[in-house]
């Protein structure tokens, strides 16, 4: 496709239940990010692929956030069970670079609006 | 504290004011510098991106870092309604892996 594709681009979830949120990166692109992007705030990381291997999990905030990128190219984070803490947007974006891709390279997808209640 | 630090607004000007948004950080490894523009409901989008100090100018924006102070701005000239957004500072160390580190935004919104 022409961009970052994210689905579902909105989910409400009650507290305990698990989801699983997709992102399409830009064709051929290696590198894939997570980011999550609370009301008010800017987006915060949360990790980082090359091609399948995730390179940089430092930013996920508990054990209950998983995320994979088996064939390196579509991507799935998994909340397990979710808690109001979690609402936020969940921004993915992708780069055409490997190692160490400068800022100009990285593009946004429009975000997955995950609401617990 | 923040590793980036911004003021979010709100901020209101009319048509066609220069607008001024700042950021502040705190780690001298930051060596890349971003400005992203995001629209209510959507990712944010790069605007401007500078490495190291000085100044770039592209149309009506203007970004300026100053590695010394550790401040960096994103000036607006002639600013229509359609700026109207958040706008997002974004910092990149050179030794990570493409994280980016944001300020929280600055929501900006231009009256005509």
């Known amino acids: 496709g022409a961009g970052v594709s994210q689905s579902p681009r909105y989910k409400v979830a009650k507290r305990g239940q698990d989801v699983a949120l997709r992102c399409d990166p830009i064709s051929g692109h290696v590198s894939l990010f997570w980011y999550q992007q609370a009301l008010g705030q800017g987006p915060e990381f949360l990790t980082y692929f090359q091609n399948e291997a995730q390179l940089d999990k430092s930013g996920l905030p508990s054990d209950r956030f998983f995320a994979e990128r088996p064939e390196g190219s579509v991507s799935t984070l998994k909340i397990q069970r979710t808690q109001q803490e979690d609402s936020a947007v969940y921004l993915c974006a992708s780069s055409d670079r490997g190692l160490n891709p400068s800022g100009n390279t990285i593009y946004f997808g429009e975000g997955s609006w995950l609401t617990v209640v | ?112």
């Open chain 2, 1 to 112: 504290q923040k590793e980036v630090e911004q003021d979010p607004g709100p901020l209101s000007v009319p048509e066609g004011a220069i607008v001024s948004l700042n950021c502040t950080y705190s780690n001298s490894a930051f060596q890349y510098f971003m400005w992203y523009r995001q629209y209510s409901r959507k990712g944010p989008e790069l605007l401007m991106y500078t490495y190291s100090s000085g100044n770039k100018e592209d149309g009506r924006f203007t970004a300026q870092v100053d590695k010394s102070s550790k401040y960096i701005s994103l000036f607006i000239r002639d600013s229509q309604p359609s700026d109207s957004a958040t706008y997002l500072c974004a910092m990149k160390r050179g030794s990570t892996l493409g994280r980016l580190y944001f300020g929280r935004g600055t929501q900006l919104t231009v009256w005509p």
